[in-house]
């Protein structure tokens, strides 16, 4: 399967969800679209990083997806980067203090087990190692 179908096929999934709640859905795939490996593990995360969005979000607000490249020179920030798929699902829900994410997603945080899952959730926990298990980053 390719990358931006697999992103398509959750979103469609999910819209009914989110459009009985007022939610608005935008889809802007920009990347070079690839075939993937593992499409049952990307799907299990891209469905967690929607269901994320819609459980903190505002009836009108809108949930976005895109993709793009990390481009040598433009937004890569290392080579090693460059040619690597970006992808955003964004939303304008109450969010997380930037300085709570770090101990929100550590496993050796003092921060209790069910006050991370309060603000983010295990599935995200859990979507947040299996990124990272593959050498690539989720924020």
């Known amino acids: 399967m390719n990358l931006h179908g697999l992103l398509k096929s959750v979103a469609e999934m999910y819209r009914s969800k989110i459009t009985e709640k007022g939610i608005g859905m ?6 070079d679209d690839r075939y993937i490996g593992y499409p049952a593990r990307l799907q299990q995360i ?13 009836s009108g607000s809108t949930i976005s997806i895109h993709s793009s490249m990390y481009l040598p020179g433009q937004n890569a920030k290392h080579l090693e980067d460059s040619g690597k798929i970006h992808i955003e699902i964004i939303d304008t829900g109450i969010g997380i203090e930037p300085e709570l994410l770090p101990p929100v997603f ?18 995200l926990i859990f979507s947040k190692n299996l990124v990272e298990a593959h050498s690539n980053t989720i924020l």
């Open 26 to 31: 935008e889809v802007k795939l920009k990347a």
């Open 46 to 58: 891209f469905w967690d990083l929607i269901k994320n969005s819609e459980k903190f979000i505002l």
């Open 106 to 123: 550590s496993k050796r945080s003092n921060m209790g087990e069910r006050a991370r899952e309060r603000l983010v959730g295990s599935d």
